[in-house]
């Protein structure tokens, strides 16, 4: 697994804001492609510029990292003020250069021809925030090498930082550290890569260097909207409830998984559960008969009598069926199959590496594919996937006992990666 370090050289601070103004945090994966891009067109050499590019554009067709990011405070400073560098793009009156050649600016006496810049950062409990990146392969580590070595700031300028590109896991000391995981989401504040990113910076670049005053081009299918929820100093898997039973509510009627989420929408306000989508076996077409609750026994029944309540005629009050038993039957395994396929960027060399951050220990991916492996498998076929993920069957291995059911990938929200012991084989530890 690949890990990009930043090292923080002066102090533990980071200035970087979003486009509201507002500190962010933990720094958004787009915000890595650009100081490694900038790092890129600082080499020398034609030909590591080519190929430093060329592996900043592979690393942005891989799905968005788990962040390791110290603890932080917000620290609000007084604002200085700077130069209004914008030259004159018109004819201009003259009372208007006399406003512009007003030196009495630079005395303090007068702001007219300056401008507000924040100073609000992060302090940081230690010096240094990890990148999670994943598996890549040899020639795309050496060329985001190339670029690191000219990456002079993370943030702002005042931010000096060193980077470097790590196969194994930097040692972590000092400080408290945060594990982030991301997820997309339609009003995510962070902004994710996308294969389109790297592009997106170069009309940027251009559209200020040869077009000054004139508006940027749309950001638009550049970015990814993510959400980066805290999972705390150990691994996803550790942060789920430790009660490993399910209470079931269940629909009247089969739904779409491609429905579900409005329904799970509803109940992810409560951080104390976990639900997901109950996906009948064995059907020709995907079906979603109801939604388990997991977390502690007073949580999960109130988590459920919300539903009943906000659902109503949606709902059944049948206590169990023979499909839910198979859910609740379900013990921990080592043997895994999607029921439902991962949603995830389409190389398939990633897939080890998001399960194995679900998971949070290293798995082995037996097959893969974009079809269903087994007949019983859900496909979602009325959902449009043109935005650069796509639909994963899998089946794989853990090497221990992981609690089932699994919930895997992105937009776990429409039922997307539910993975479950393998049917019929006997996988658990002896």
Same mark, same amino acid.
């Given at each position: 697994?690949?890990?990009?370090?930043?090292?923080?050289?002066? +102090?533990?601070?980071? =200035?970087?804001?979003? /486009?509201?103004?507002?500190?962010?945090?933990?720094?958004?994966?787009?915000?890595?492609?650009?100081?490694?891009?900038?790092?890129?067109?600082?080499?020398?050499?034609? +030909?590591?510029?080519?190929? !430093? #590019?060329?592996?900043?554009?592979?690393?942005?067709?891989?799905?968005?990292?788990?962040?390791?990011?110290?603890?932080?405070?917000?620290?609000?400073?007084?604002?200085?003020?700077?130069?209004?560098? /914008?030259?004159?793009?018109?004819?201009?009156?003259?009372?208007?250069?006399? &406003?512009?050649?007003?030196?009495?600016?630079?005395?303090?006496?007068?702001?007219?021809?300056?401008?507000?810049?924040?100073?609000?950062?992060?302090?940081?409990? /230690?010096? %240094?925030?990890?990148? +999670?990146?994943?598996?890549?392969?040899?020639?795309?580590?050496?060329?985001?090498?190339?670029?690191?070595? $000219?990456? *002079?700031?993370?943030?702002?300028?005042?931010?000096?930082?060193?980077?470097?590109?790590?196969?194994?896991?930097?040692?972590?000391?000092?400080?408290?550290?945060?594990?982030?995981?991301?997820?997309?989401?339609?009003?995510?504040?962070?902004?994710?890569?996308?294969? *389109?990113?790297?592009?997106?910076?170069?009309?940027? =670049?251009?559209?200020? %260097?040869?077009?000054?005053?004139?508006?940027?081009?749309?950001?638009?299918?550049?970015?990814?909207?993510? $959400?980066?929820?805290?999972?705390?100093?150990?691994?996803?898997?550790?942060?789920?409830? &430790?009660? /490993?039973?399910?209470?079931?509510?269940?629909?009247?009627?089969?739904?779409?998984?491609? +429905?579900?989420?409005?329904?799970?929408?509803?109940?992810? &306000?409560?951080?104390?559960?976990?639900?997901?989508?109950?996906?009948?076996?064995?059907?020709?077409?995907?079906?979603?008969? @109801?939604?388990?609750?997991?977390? =502690?026994?007073?949580?999960?029944?109130? !988590?459920?009598?919300?539903? =009943?309540?906000?659902?109503?005629?949606?709902?059944?009050?049948?206590?169990?069926?023979?499909?839910?038993?198979?859910?609740?039957?379900?013990?921990?395994?080592?043997?895994?199959?999607?029921?439902?396929?991962?949603?995830?960027?389409?190389?398939?060399?990633?897939?080890?590496?998001?399960?194995?951050?679900?998971?949070?220990?290293?798995?082995? #991916?037996?097959? &893969?594919?974009?079809?269903?492996?087994?007949?019983?498998?859900?496909?979602?076929?009325?959902?449009?996937?043109?935005?650069?993920?796509?639909?994963?069957?899998?089946?794989?291995?853990?090497?221990?006992?992981?609690?089932?059911?699994?919930? #895997?990938?992105?937009?776990?929200?429409?039922?997307? @990666?539910?993975?479950?012991?393998?049917?019929?084989?006997?996988?658990?530890?002896?």
């Amino acid at each position: 697994m690949a890990h990009i370090r930043i090292d923080f050289v002066n +102090d533990s601070m980071f =200035h970087g804001l979003r /486009a509201d103004r507002t500190p962010e945090w933990p720094p958004s994966p787009v915000r890595l492609i650009g100081a490694l891009l900038s790092g890129a067109h600082q080499l020398q050499s034609g +030909d590591e510029r080519t190929r !430093a #590019v060329a592996a900043i554009q592979d690393l942005s067709e891989t799905p968005p990292p788990v962040i390791r990011a110290p603890n932080s405070v917000s620290l609000d400073h007084p604002s200085t003020y700077t130069e209004k560098s /914008a030259p004159p793009t018109s004819k201009i009156t003259a009372n208007e250069l006399k &406003a512009f050649l007003d030196l009495t600016a630079l005395s303090g006496l007068s702001t007219s021809s300056r401008t507000q810049k924040p100073t609000t950062g992060r302090l940081l409990s /230690a010096p %240094m925030i990890v990148y +999670d990146i994943g598996d890549l392969p040899t020639e795309t580590i050496t060329g985001l090498r190339l670029a690191a070595t $000219s990456v *002079g700031y993370f943030g702002r300028s005042q931010d000096h930082a060193v980077v470097s590109i790590e196969v194994d896991s930097p040692v972590i000391e000092g400080g408290i550290y945060e594990r982030y995981i991301p997820e997309f989401s339609a009003d995510g504040r962070t902004r994710g890569w996308t294969p *389109g990113t790297v592009d997106w910076f170069d009309r940027r =670049h251009d559209a200020i %260097m040869l077009n000054p005053g004139r508006p940027l081009p749309s950001d638009a299918g550049a970015f990814r909207s993510l $959400s980066y929820r805290p999972h705390g100093p150990g691994s996803p898997a550790s942060a789920a409830p &430790a009660e /490993a039973e399910l209470t079931p509510v269940l629909f009247s009627r089969t739904i779409r998984p491609s +429905d579900v989420h409005r329904i799970l929408r509803r109940l992810s &306000a409560d951080d104390t559960t976990e639900m997901f989508p109950l996906v009948s076996f064995n059907v020709r077409y995907p079906k979603c008969y @109801g939604v388990a609750v997991r977390g =502690h026994v007073t949580d999960r029944l109130a !988590a459920a009598d919300r539903i =009943h309540e906000e659902l109503g005629s949606l709902t059944s009050e049948e206590p169990s069926n023979r499909l839910f038993e198979q859910y609740s039957r379900m013990r921990p395994s080592r043997l895994w199959v999607t029921a439902t396929p991962i949603r995830a960027f389409g190389h398939r060399f990633a897939l080890a590496d998001i399960l194995a951050s679900a998971v949070g220990a290293p798995v082995e #991916v037996l097959a &893969a594919d974009t079809r269903p492996l087994d007949a019983w498998q859900q496909k979602f076929p009325d959902l449009d996937l043109t935005d650069g993920l796509s639909q994963w069957f899998v089946k794989f291995t853990t090497a221990d006992d992981v609690e089932a059911p699994l919930r #895997v990938g992105a937009e776990l929200t429409r039922g997307f @990666g539910l993975c479950v012991p393998i049917p019929g084989k006997a996988n658990t530890a002896q």
